[in-house]
Each structure stands twice: as structure tokens, then as C-alpha cells.
């Protein structure tokens, strides 16, 4: 299945959506206009891609509201030079938002099954994150640290602090924290142990599967 004018018009009222509701980075939308979200989603749902609600995938996991995407995009305040950690690769979806505005993104995904099907569709469609991880996305990724900008995509009930360390002084981390419900957070590091917090709306995210000791 390709992109057609059927599915980029659909998308344009999508955007048309996002607007509405609050969305004002324009690079965000535009990138978010030109990624085709039905390629991302489980076959069966096809028909649904352009709705602004969330939809399942493999492996219990779901796919973020575009809202949500363009949300959280908006808050990474992205450069084209910036170097970014997703933690929750998922359908890949979000990782395409994020390389349509940097080369530099790495991702981890904790489900083996989604991150085989995943891997074969940024295959398919030429998307090339730096690096696609099979692994716990609660630890960060060490090698590559630090980051200026990291994305978790799914709920932590609690800050998880090797993430913070892997920041670049002056860098963001935007994650969803809570257990039912999440209040959106973003956190600037301002040195090696301090960092400013800032809080947002109330979304509901899967939860973030623990590291266990
Ligand atoms: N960005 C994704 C959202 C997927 S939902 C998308 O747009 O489709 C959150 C994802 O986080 C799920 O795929 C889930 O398996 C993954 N996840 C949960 N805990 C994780 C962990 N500790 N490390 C890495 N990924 C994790």
C-alpha cells in the first residue's frame, strides 16, 4: 500500500484538526502533514489512520494520537541539528515525525515483536534512524549520550534518572509521569544535578515497562 491524494487529503484535515486544537508549530505540522500514518498502522485499521485517536498495534502496545505526537513534538522545540533519544520506538510512527525534522534520532522499543515489524517497515519506506535499539528504553542508550532533546512515549510513574543524565546541559526531556493518568512533563537540565520542571495537560499513555533489578 502507497500514499494516494485519497489518504493526503484526509491528512490535510488532520492537520486542519491538530490547528484547531492548539498545535502551533508550523514545521510540526508540515512534517506531520507529509508522513503517512496509515502505512503505520495495523492493516485492519487502515481506514481509521486519519482520525486523531489512538489505535492498537502489535504486541498490546498502541500507536499515539496524532495530538499527542504533535504535542510532544511541539515541546522538543527540535533543531534540525539536534540530537534526539526516543524511548518506545512502537509503530515507528512518532520516529518519522521526528526524522522529517532531524537526521539524529536514536530509538528503543522493548517489545521484540514490534521492534522486528517496525525494523522491516523503516526499511521498506527508507527511514534511517541512527539507530534503531532492541532493548530498555528506561536506561537510556549510554553509547550515544548526551542528548539535547529525549522523548519518552509512554508513562513513567516515576522520572527515570539515567535519562536525565544522559542530557546535554541545556537540553529537554519530555515525558508523560503518573500511573492511571499522566500530567506531561518537561524537564531543562540547568546543570549536573539541577534541572527545571515545567507541567502541561493531562494525557494516557501505556505505561513505561520497568527495569527490574
Ligand atoms: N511512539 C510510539 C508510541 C508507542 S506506545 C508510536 O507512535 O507508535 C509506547 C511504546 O513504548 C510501546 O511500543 C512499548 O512497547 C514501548 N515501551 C514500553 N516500555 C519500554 C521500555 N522500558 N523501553 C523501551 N520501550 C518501551
Redesign the pocket.
Known amino acids: 500500500m502507497r500514499d494516494s491524494t485519497k489518504h493526503q487529503g484526509q491528512r490535510k484535515q488532520l492537520i486542519e484538526q491538530l490547528r484547531e486544537k492548539g498545535i502551533k508549530d508550523e514545521r510540526v505540522l508540515k512534517v506531520m502533514a507529509g508522513v503517512p500514518r496509515h502505512l503505520?498502522m495495523d492493516p485492519a485499521l487502515v481506514n481509521f489512520a486519519y482520525e486523531d485517536k489512538a489505535y492498537p498495534?502489535a504486541?498490546e502496545?498502541?500507536?499515539?494520537q496524532p495530538y499527542t505526537?504533535a504535542f510532544q513534538t511541539e515541546l522538543l522545540q527540535l533543531k534540525p541539528s539536534s540530537k534526539v533519544l526516543?524511548?518506545?520506538?512502537?509503530?515507528?510512527?512518532?520516529?518519522a515525525v521526528l526524522l522529517g525534522i532531524t537526521p539524529q534520532v536514536y530509538t528503543?522499543?522493548?517489545?521484540q515483536l514490534?521492534f522486528k515489524k517496525t525494523q522491516r517497515l523503516f526499511t521498506q519506506l527508507g527511514l534511517r534512524p541512527k539507530k534503531h535499539l532492541f532493548?530498555?528504553?528506561?536506561?537510556g542508550h549510554e553509547d550515544a549520550a548526551p542528548y539535547d532533546r529525549i522523548l519518552v512515549?509512554?508513562a513513567a510513574p516515576e522520572l527515570p534518572k539515567s535519562l536525565l543524565t544522559q542530557l546535554k546541559l541545556g537540553g529537554k526531556l519530555i515525558i508523560p509521569l503518573g500511573e492511571e493518568e499522566q500530567f506531561m512533563m518537561r524537564f531543562t537540565k540547568t546543570g549536573v544535578n539541577s534541572f527545571d520542571q515545567e507541567k502541561f495537560g493531562r494525557f494516557r499513555?501505556?505505561?513505561?515497562?520497568?527495569?527490574k533489578n
Not at 86 to 95: A, L, V
Not at 135 to 139: A, E, N, Q, R, S
Open positions: 503505520f498495534i504486541a502496545q498502541t500507536i499515539s505526537v526516543e524511548i518506545g520506538t512502537g509503530s515507528g510512527y512518532q520516529t528503543v522499543e522493548r517489545q514490534l532493548g530498555d528504553g528506561y536506561l512515549t509512554a499513555f501505556v505505561p513505561l515497562l520497568q527495569h
